[in-house]
């Protein structure tokens, strides 16, 4: 099920799977080994909690609970505790995996297995339960931490992106990719699912990238590739890689948000001369993972593009009426259409139960348009339009204008008619003003400017949009 066929398959047998932090090499041969050790312990079709993290023992038990047909959660091993047991509370989990050293024994639950430092918990009460056939992965959306609200994904959906991102990136049995983002976030995962399945290697990594570690481990072990959001880019703008030995990598791949068009001109400038190449792409966790990309023959003409739908999937545009916009350069909410398209989302128990509420249609809630080369671009989201007396302002269209200035920052509204604009580092006031005023023409007196030294980032490494900003 799912890619497991190919991992079994005798060619990728003796090759590495898996490098761990400790430096242990974990064969093909040893990682189906530990996959049947730790199937047979639970129940067909279960419902399991992963506390995961980027480890041997995490994927052991994302595996194996694929080779057992049921049904995971994988969860942010940094959740609280007072998140988990509201999760517990809301799906009642046969079963439930962690780092022991991490997390107290739970009431309720005993230990049944243990490998390494995770330990598996059973359910001492059974509660039954209906589990639709084709549900194979419940996950949190990028944004949330803790939440109830959670993306149902079937067997169908991680097949076919996984086989989808596959053919775009064209990854062998021969790439060796290192881990930069959680297990429990959907691009994270479809890095370890893309390159399971064709046999090729991942090393195990819990360093930042601005961290020496990981450049250290990058050059040792030969990587070919890795992913990142803006928050990793920004750093990556930071550091001379001219100095490091990166002639292994091929490629890094960029999803999680939007990168200034500046930003991605520097770091297009430095790859160009160490022969990288940079794939910008746009997902969700509703579309298991990926829904574009821009092809890297492109990037150059069509810079600030999330480039077109991936292989088996399409785009569209809707007005506010529901009806296709044909036109190019016109604005409308960006509709995606495709096999990975997830089937809706649980907030409890019975809802896992429910078939495909989405029929493979997702209305992504992002604003778009086209060019005349059917290339898509992103402007705002729906829910990121406010009135200015009377005026509709698009907040996410603004923080692009003051990014594309020079200045990473944070639009936000807290009372009527008023604009909070955070920023990063110091910026000279009236200069910005008048770019904003020329741009936007919107009067000066709508702005509050408050300077603040980081922005909130969630689990994802996303730029979280808290209220507690607000307070400073």
Not at 36 to 48: H, V
Not at 296 to 313: L, R, V
Not at 379 to 389: A, E, L, N, Q
Request: charged share 25%; aromatic share 10%; glycine share 6%.
């Amino acid at each position: 099920m799912l890619f497991l066929k190919d991992i079994y398959k005798s060619k990728y047998k003796k090759n590495n799977a898996l490098i761990l932090e400790n430096e242990e090499i974990i064969s093909y041969n040893e990682l189906i080994k530990k996959i049947e050790d730790f199937s047979k312990n639970i129940k067909q079709r279960s419902l399991i909690f992963l506390l995961c993290k980027n480890s041997f023992e995490s994927i052991v038990g994302y595996l194996g609970s694929i080779k057992a047909n049921c049904v995971i959660s994988l969860i942010d091993e940094k959740i609280s505790n007072e998140s988990l047991i509201k999760l517990i509370n809301k799906y009642y989990p046969d079963f439930i995996f962690f780092d022991k050293n991490k997390l107290n024994n739970l009431d309720n639950f005993s230990t049944s297995y243990t490998f390494k430092s995770f330990e598996l918990l059973k359910a001492k009460k059974k509660i039954k339960k209906k589990l639709n056939d084709n549900l194979a992965l419940l996950i949190s959306t990028s944004g949330s931490t803790g939440s109830s609200k959670l993306v149902r994904q079937s067997f169908n959906n991680l097949n076919h992106n996984t086989n989808s991102i596959i053919k775009y990136l064209n990854i062998s049995q021969k790439d060796i990719a290192i881990t930069t983002l959680p297990m429990s976030y959907v691009y994270g995962l479809s890095i370890i699912n893309t390159h399971l399945k064709q046999g090729a290697s991942i090393v195990l990594n819990n360093k930042s990238v601005i961290e020496k570690e990981f450049w250290t481990r990058l050059q040792n072990k030969r990587i070919t590739n890795f992913g990142g959001v803006p928050y990793t880019y920004s750093i990556l703008e930071k550091i001379k890689l001219k100095n490091f030995n990166l002639s292994s990598l091929k490629y890094t791949t960029q999803a999680g948000g939007k990168i200034s068009k500046e930003t991605t001109k520097r770091i297009l400038k430095e790859y160009n001369l160490l022969g990288i190449k940079l794939y910008l792409m746009y997902g969700a966790a509703e579309a298991t993972a990926r829904m574009s990309y821009l092809p890297w023959k492109n990037i150059k003409q069509k810079i600030q593009s999330i480039g077109k739908a991936i292989p088996g999937g399409r785009f569209y545009l809707e007005n506010l009426e529901g009806k296709i916009i044909k036109k190019n350069n016109t604005h409308g909410e960006l509709i995606y259409k495709g096999n990975n398209v997830c089937m809706g989302y649980a907030e409890n128990l019975d809802d896992l139960n429910k078939g495909d509420d989405n029929k493979g249609t997702l209305k992504t809630g992002d604003i778009a348009y086209k060019d005349k080369d059917n290339f898509y671009y992103l402007v705002g989201r729906k829910d990121r339009y406010i009135k200015i007396h009377g005026m509709r302002v698009n907040l996410q269209e603004l923080e692009d204008i003051i990014l594309n200035f020079g200045f990473e920052n944070i639009c936000m509204q807290e009372k009527e008619n008023m604009i909070n604009v955070f920023i990063k580092n110091n910026f000279e006031l009236e200069k910005l003003k008048k770019h904003i005023i020329s741009v936007t023409k919107i009067h000066p007196s709508v702005f509050i400017f408050k300077i603040v030294k980081n922005f909130p980032l969630n689990k994802n490494y996303k730029i979280s949009y808290n209220k507690e900003l607000l307070k400073l």
